[in-house]
Structures are given as structure tokens and as C-alpha cells.
């Protein structure tokens, strides 16, 4: 399998994804960008930089100028504009300029702020990705969305801006946890779901390797994640129209992820997001009911819920009218006309939500 994929930006070559197993080729990586004696600063959070820092650190040598370290507190309770100030301020007190990079060694927390700072910066400086997640390797490292929230609300403040490299170093995944991996899934269900049906057979066909992280299906499955939405973003690349199908199951997922207080992960919100939408697909006669079963059931092997408890229907409903995908009022919904075919939908009703959010909400003696 080639180990890199090249994303276009309007019909032009903008950044490569490097698939590997460790950071050993990361200098040369950034080296050929045309980095060399630059100042380099990792932006990690508290988990990883246990794990990794010191590796990558380690990995860039002395081929650079100085090579520094930024932590932020783990959590997505502390994506926000005050933890960003913090990171401008460290950069200005090393002297960081515009031919300066950043690094963002971690999970989507940071590498959306990361993304964020180097967006903003002296008005734009470079910066590479490093996930070290499933689900910022598959979804938040590729396409070039960073952000922070703002009052609770996912990703309110951000703008659209490319990384130079996306490294994808997959050995990471072996350090995570249960919880943290079986929330990547969820992303990368998605893609099967809304582009490629031979994909969502694919997944259920090797969910064991998957689920034992077997190191040569999750690079394929890592890969072809990354290659689908490299397609869907080249198309679309800031979110005027297909690109929003890459939203299936964040409509609901984002407000359930708020009125839960961010206690649950990102991708156990956006599976039961997934389920909600896949409901109302088949309600509408989109789906079959056997359909509609299987990709619910899908979920139940990954750990990843398929039922909330706790949770006030009137006010999830709400929360997605303050959603940012929202239009003049009207939620833009990603349904299912088929398994590998989505389409954005405007007319989604109250009622129809509400019928889905039944279907999520455990109760006693729910199946």
C-alpha cells in the first residue's frame, strides 16, 4: 500500500498525508518543507505529552533552531478562546515569527487549536498535523477545519486553514484507550454510511481485526477513511455544499454532546447521532427497516452506545437551532437516501427529531 496520499487545493497540490508507524521520518518530512533552522513548537495537551513529546522531540533533533514545548490541559472544556490567548502569548515571548512552525501532536481537541493558532498568528504561520487519535487521524486532521467553542457551543469560532503535512504515525492508536478508540469508529462509520457502501460491508466484515487493532487493517482502514474525505474536501473545500454530508450524525450528536456537559466523547455523540438520522431515513422510506436495524446494531460491537439516558428532549432540540450548521432557521440534516449515498436535507421537522431522539432515549425494557 502507498504510504502517502496527496489533498488538492482549487486543482492544486497542498499537503500530503504520510501513513507510517513511527516518528522516524518526520524530520526529513519537515526538512523538505524547507524548514530547516526555523523554530519549531509542539503543541500537545497533558495526556499526550506523557506518551509522545519527548519522542517527537527527540525525532527532530538538531536540524532546527529550538524546538519547544506547549501543553494544554486535557479536555474539551478547555477548547476556548482563553486557552488560546495563553498559546499567542508563549509564542510571543519565544520570538516565533511567520517562517516559524507548529506542530500538533495530539487528539482533535488540539490539533483544532493548534489549527487554529497557526490560522491567526501573525495572521498565518505553518503548521503540520500529528494525530495521535482514530479520530483525528480519519476526520478532524484532513481538510483543514480549526476552531475553538465558544459559550458550549462545538467549534463557533475558526476559520479554514490548510496544514503543510498531515503525519499519521497509526502505532499511536495502540495507546488508547477502549472508550477513546471505539469514539474514532464512530467517524469512521460515517464514511461508509454517506460514500461507500463496499466500505460499511468492509468494516463489518473485518470488525474483529478491527477491534484487536490488527496493525495492517487498521492502516487500510486508517487510509481509506482519510482518502474518502480527501475527495469529499478537494469537491468542497469550505463546506458550501457536498462537503456538509461529512456532518451525518452531528446534528443531534452536538447537542446531545452539550447537554451531556462533554461528559460523553465526541464519538459516542455522533453515533447516536448516526442512529438518530438513519431513523428518520427510514422512516421517511428511505431505508429499510432491516437496513435501519443493521447499522444501529453495527455500533453495538465497537462499544459505542446506541441508547442515552438523561437526557431532556426539549432542550437537545434546542441546542441544534444554535448549531452553526444552522441556515435562516432551518437545521441542515444529513439523511441516508441509501448505505453509501447521503444527501443534506432542510426539511427535517421538530417532530420528526423528536421521534428519532425516542428512539435513543433508554428506558426500561428498551432493546
Not at 441516508?336 to 432515549?361: C, H, N, P, W, Y
Request: hydrophobic share 40%; glycine share 6%.
Amino acid at each position: 500500500m502507498d504510504n502517502r496520499l496527496t489533498v488538492n487545493y482549487e486543482n492544486k497540490p497542498c499537503y500530503d498525508i504520510v501513513f507510517t508507524t513511527d516518528f522516524s521520518a518526520l524530520k526529513d518530512e519537515i526538512l523538505n518543507l524547507g524548514f530547516e533552522k526555523r523554530k519549531i513548537a509542539v503543541i500537545t495537551d497533558t495526556n499526550v505529552e506523557k506518551l509522545y513529546a519527548n519522542e517527537v522531540v527527540n525525532a527532530l533533533d538538531k536540524d532546527f533552531d529550538t524546538v519547544v514545548t506547549y501543553s494544554i490541559p486535557a479536555g474539551e472544556e478547555h477548547k476556548n478562546l482563553d486557552e488560546i490567548r495563553k498559546i499567542y502569548e508563549f509564542l510571543v515571548e519565544r520570538h516565533f515569527d511567520r517562517h516559524d512552525l507548529l506542530l500538533a501532536l495530539g487528539g482533535g481537541v488540539v490539533g483544532d487549536m493548534c489549527g487554529f493558532v497557526a490560522a491567526t498568528y501573525l495572521r498565518g504561520v505553518s503548521f503540520i498535523q500529528i494525530p495521535t487519535t482514530l479520530l483525528s487521524q480519519t476526520d478532524s486532521s484532513v481538510g483543514g477545519k480549526t476552531g475553538v467553542d465558544l459559550n458550549g457551543v462545538k467549534n463557533m469560532v475558526g476559520a479554514f486553514y490548510m496544514p503543510r503535512l498531515v503525519y499519521m504515525n497509526v502505532s499511536t492508536l495502540n495507546s488508547l484507550d477502549e472508550r477513546q478508540y471505539a469514539s474514532g469508529f464512530a467517524e469512521v462509520m460515517k464514511y461508509g454510511l454517506i460514500k461507500d457502501e463496499s466500505f460499511y460491508t468492509w468494516l463489518i466484515d473485518n470488525m474483529y481485526e478491527i477491534s484487536d487493532k490488527d496493525p495492517e487493517v487498521v492502516l487500510e482502514m486508517v487510509k481509506h477513511s482519510c482518502d474518502i474525505k480527501r475527495v469529499v474536501v478537494e469537491k468542497d473545500p469550505t463546506e458550501k455544499g457536498e462537503r456538509m454530508l461529512l456532518n451525518f450524525g452531528h446534528t443531534l450528536g452536538h447537542a446531545i454532546e452539550k447537554h451531556k456537559k462533554f461528559e460523553m466523547l465526541h464519538g459516542e455523540c455522533v453515533a447516536l447521532g448516526s442512529i438518530a438520522a438513519a431513523f428518520i431515513s427510514w422512516k421517511r422510506g428511505l431505508l429499510s427497516m432491516e437496513e435501519y436495524y443493521e447499522i444501529r446494531d453495527m455500533f453495538v460491537p465497537f462499544n459505542l452506545p446506541i441508547t442515552v439516558e438523561d437526557i431532556d428532549k426539549d432542550a437537545v432540540l434546542d441546542i441544534t437551532r444554535s448549531d452553526k450548521k444552522a441556515d435562516s432557521n432551518k437545521i441542515k440534516f444529513v439523511l441516508l437516501k441509501k448505505i453509501g449515498k447521503a444527501f443534506v436535507d432542510d426539511s427535517v421537522t421538530r417532530q420528526e427529531m423528536e421521534k428519532a431522539l425516542d428512539e435513543i432515549i433508554y428506558i426500561e425494557n428498551n432493546d
